[in-house]
């Protein structure tokens, strides 16, 4: 690479650390930024419910930083770093997932991402206090019975910049020693050469987020194409991992059937063996109202609120119940008509909507448990 293309070194300035109660001294942090135009100093971090929210106090921080998706900001993170899912429970049924956030946020622009309405940044958050994070896993996993099922894809994409920091391959390393956890990986890109180093890829799920091309096209901003993503998924099972595929969220569109089935129709032809995939989830389109105001100062709402939706009882605006019916209704015929038996599971659904899509057939010991059998078969438990 000549010199004048080469990506400038990142800079680094001490910065103030005020969790609002007390002041630390000053710390090293760094911004990797891939524009050498950006220049700024952050004044203070706030920590929210443990993750890094960065807040005007001393001084605004410079928005080419704050509101740059390109830029890696690494900071400590203070909370802690394995959290349960938080899914709502206001009667719907979650899948007992265990969160580990080693950061936070990513490249890609997806319109429905209720992250741009949940931090107050929109640049990458990598935790630079690993060493914590290792602490944390080896203290807790001795005592816990059962297969764990881990993911990082909660708070950001788990491998668009895996080939910069390499958080993925430390993470599958932590948890290798501990044979009933499984870790999964979610993303929307593909880039997955780095995962090579991996030792036991049979211990790791590549999970990838899937919808239709015309969505693809018109909701995700920076993201693979769905043959794109397919091909990836292909090479992960030559190279020995599981895959997973995460149709969430689903839209209702004009003919979103058929282009849905089009879509695990082209699963199948690439991956036919239903034993080489996880699982599969599916759920509608749903968001806390924060996102739609948020969307609404940009005038960019109608494409996601404009349907036929309801406030639900857990705050999120969702399809009406028969539209979602139809949507899972579809989808698991045409899965059962590509593989027979394959793990596939709502994400956040009420008992009402398991019963009425047919469903519920599949979880008769509950979600939770359905999951951890099929993470017991892929562990050899």
């Not at 994070?133 to 203290?139: A, D, F, G, Q």
């Not at 708070?155 to 391959?169: A, K, N, P, R, T």
């Not at 209704?329 to 009420?350: H, V, W």
Request: hydrophobic content about 35%; some cysteine; glycine content about 6%.
């Amino acid at each position: 690479m000549c010199g004048c293309c080469r990506e400038p070194e990142p800079d680094t300035f001490k910065v103030l650390i005020d969790d609002g109660d007390c002041k630390f001294n000053a710390i090293f942090a760094e911004v990797m930024y891939f524009h050498p135009t950006i220049r700024a100093r952050l004044r203070s971090i706030h920590f929210l419910n443990g993750y890094a929210n960065m807040t005007e106090q001393h001084q605004k921080i410079d928005t080419d930083i704050a509101s740059d998706r390109n830029v890696i900001v690494n900071m400590e993170n203070k909370g802690e770093f394995w959290k349960p899912c938080p899914g709502t429970t206001q009667g719907y049924l979650c899948c007992g997932y265990q969160i580990i956030t080693p950061a936070t946020g990513c490249g890609m622009y997806c319109k429905y991402c209720i992250l741009q309405a949940y931090f107050s940044h929109q640049c990458q958050i990598v935790f630079t206090n690993f060493d914590d994070l290792e602490r944390e896993i080896n203290t807790r996993m001795p005592s816990c019975k059962g297969v764990i099922r881990f993911g990082t894809g909660e708070f950001g994409d788990s491998l668009f910049s895996e080939h910069l920091h390499g958080l993925s391959q430390k993470i599958a390393t932590l948890l290798e020693p501990y044979p009933n956890a499984i870790i999964e990986f979610k993303t929307k890109s593909t880039n997955i050469e780095p995962l090579r180093s991996i030792r036991n890829p049979g211990k790791v799920i590549i999970g990838f987020s899937m919808n239709t091309p015309a969505m693809v096209h018109r909701m995700e901003k920076g993201t693979a194409s769905i043959e794109e993503r397919l091909v990836a998924a292909r090479r992960c099972v030559d190279q020995g991992f599981s895959v997973a595929f995460h149709f969430d969220p689903m839209f209702v569109y004009d003919p979103w059937e058929a282009d849905y089935r089009a879509v695990v129709q082209a699963i199948h032809k690439m991956i036919p063996h239903p034993d080489r995939i996880a699982w599969v989830s599916i759920g509608g389109f749903r968001s806390m109202s924060s996102l739609k105001t948020l969307l609404k100062t940009k005038n960019d709402h109608l494409s996601l609120f404009s349907g036929e939706m309801i406030l639900a009882a857990d705050g999120k605006y969702r399809y009406f119940r028969p539209l979602r019916v139809a949507l899972y209704k579809a989808m698991q015929d045409e899965f059962e008509r590509l593989y027979g038996d394959i793990t596939l599971y709502m994400c956040m659904e009420s008992p009402e909507v398991w019963r009425e899509s047919g469903m519920i057939k599949r979880i008769p010991k509950g979600l939770v448990s359905y999951l951890d059998q099929r993470a017991e078969r892929i562990l050899g438990l």
